[in-house]
């Protein structure tokens, strides 16, 4: 059985990767500062700031390392040393969740997995250097999986739109964006094909389509039919349309495993309701 380590897996999509992959296989995860999961003997206790995950590998053993690590980009660099470094001695695989940033620094056109990666963001350049830590690994013991922007119904991107309209601040929007999008139902059941099929190399794990920004939130406020008008900032980050957007050509999935921005809308919509005054 495939004994699975999530590193992050108290965040948003480590809970949700949790969730989908525990009754398949062998899970555990770590958590930071969320103590509701101190009772649960899946997950241990483990903060990037000051903790080694070595001690932590050695106790677990786990075949495969699925990375959601969010916070100081010195503390992640270091980490991922140390997880790169286990998985190489253990014969154990690496997983990376990346994102879309790697490619903000591309404006005219959408990117696929072996385009050369250029960022002008702080985070974007992390998980360039992060990518190409695992890059120099052995064939066939890594996997980089890139996500656009993530939503979802617990997403923390549509709590933070609705805490917005709720509160009437001002909600940035970018028009000239074009991108595709996921949600954390989506990329869990993609993920999952790709460790049962022992899958490797760069996924890029977004919606088969594009939309602008603007447009898809437009279309995910009406969804949410609030009882307050959005106050919305226009932010044009270019005179013209600026893709940040991520397709597959070399790594394709299955078509079941394909999916929509109509289909993230649907996904994030449902088990909404709309908030009283």
């Known amino acids: 059985m495939i004994r699975v380590l999530i590193v992050g897996g108290s965040g948003f999509l480590g809970r949700a990767l949790f969730k989908e992959l525990q009754p398949y296989m062998d899970v555990y995860a770590t958590y930071n500062t969320q103590e509701r999961y101190a009772k649960n003997k899946r997950y241990f206790s483990y903060d990037i700031n000051e903790d080694s995950p070595t001690e932590l590998l050695r106790f677990i053993k786990p075949n495969v390392i699925l990375s959601t690590l969010r916070g100081d980009a010195y503390a992640q660099f270091v980490a991922h040393d140390m997880l790169v470094d286990y ?33 002008e963001s702080a985070f974007g350049k992390l998980k360039i250097t992060l990518e190409n830590k695992l890059m120099r690994m052995p064939a066939f013991s890594w996997t980089i999986a890139r996500l656009p922007m993530v939503f979802g119904a617990n997403s923390p991107r549509l709590q933070e739109l609705k805490n917005a309209i709720h509160t009437q601040e001002a909600y940035e929007i970018f028009p ?57 900032k226009y932010v044009y980050a270019s005179n013209v349309d600026r893709y940040i957007a991520v397709l597959p050509k070399y790594n394709n999935l299955p078509k079941h495993l394909s999916y929509t921005h109509e289909d993230v809308l649907l996904e994030t919509l449902k088990t909404q309701t709309p908030k009283t005054k």
């Open 87 to 119: 998985a190489t001695q253990h014969g154990a695989r690496l997983v990376l969740l990346s994102s879309a940033n790697v490619f903000d620094s591309f404006r005219h056109y959408p990117s696929y997995e072996h385009d050369k990666t250029l960022s």
């Open 176 to 232: 000239n964006s074009v991108i595709n999008v996921t949600a954390d139902y989506f990329v869990t059941q993609q993920l999952h094909y790709i460790l049962n099929r022992n899958r490797w190399g760069i996924f890029h794990l977004g919606s088969k389509d594009l939309v602008h920004h603007d447009a898809f939130i437009d279309l995910l406020v009406k969804g949410l039919k609030p009882t307050k008008k959005p106050v919305y």
